[in-house]
């Protein structure tokens, strides 16, 4: 399995308060993935990396920042939470073209 | 519209059978397909993934791709209980990668 940590695993914040969610690869992928999960929607693409400090969006990135200052961190942050983010956070890293391995997921959950 | 969409669930079928499942993406450039099994509060997981044109088979599990009907499926034969998922269809267009809503399966004894 590729070593992808996410972290934390779960967490409950109050609305308008920044948050953070960190991606930790060990593979070397180039490519890294953030993704949110919700019933009936499947997973949606929030943003994406494709190298240090490139990044480029996804189908919904509103209300998200990312940033990539190593191959091996991706970092997502919620600028000020709202409970309409409240939802299940994956990473995932890949070369590009080729198959996602995904980590753990995040429970987040916006009171 | 989604740019991957699936077959709407819940699909049942009796252990033994062939389970078949559906995706259509509307990206002309996507190079790459996926799908991908996922438990229940688990991590989405790869089954297979499929370039080229045609068939793709690994054990009970074989991947169609019509590119000019922009179609992907998965069958699944002699189906098992432990084969119960949901099953997310995945294109790469521009190297991200966009999933389905995926398809939720349930294989009865």
């Known amino acids: 399995d590729a070593g992808i940590t996410q972290s934390p695993r779960h967490k409950v914040t109050e609305t308008g308060t920044p948050v953070t969610l960190r991606c930790h690869q060990t593979?070397?992928?180039?490519?890294m993935y953030w993704y949110r999960q919700d019933p009936g929607h499947g997973l949606r693409l929030i943003h994406y990396?494709?190298?240090?400090?490139?990044?480029d969006k996804g189908e919904v990135s509103d209300g998200y920042s990312v940033s990539r200052s190593k191959t091996e961190d991706f970092l997502l942050t919620l600028e000020s939470a709202t409970s309409s983010q409240t939802s299940v956070y994956f990473c995932?890293?890949?070369?590009?073209?080729?198959?996602?391995?995904f980590g753990q997921g995040t429970r987040l959950t916006v009171v | 519209q989604k740019e991957v969409e699936q077959n709407s669930g819940p699909l049942s079928v009796p252990e033994g059978a062939i389970a078949s499942l559906n995706c259509t993406y509307s990206?002309?450039?996507?190079?790459?397909f996926f799908w991908y099994r996922q438990y229940s509060g688990k991590s989405p997981e790869l089954i297979m993934f499929?370039?080229?044109?045609g068939d793709k088979e690994d054990g009970r599990f074989t991947a169609q791709l019509n590119k000019a009907s922009q179609y992907v499926s998965l069958l699944i034969r002699d189906s098992q209980p432990s084969d119960s998922a949901t099953y997310l269809c995945?294109?790469?267009?521009?190297?991200?990668?966009?999933f389905g809503a995926g398809t939720r399966l349930t294989v009865k004894p």
């Open positions: 995932a890293t890949g070369q590009g073209y080729t198959e996602a391995f």
């Open positions: 593979e070397n992928h180039r490519y």
């Open positions: 990396s494709y190298g240090v400090k490139d990044t």
């Open positions: 990206d002309r450039g996507s190079q790459s």
């Open positions: 499929i370039y080229s044109n």
């Open positions: 995945a294109a790469s267009p521009n190297n991200d990668m966009r």
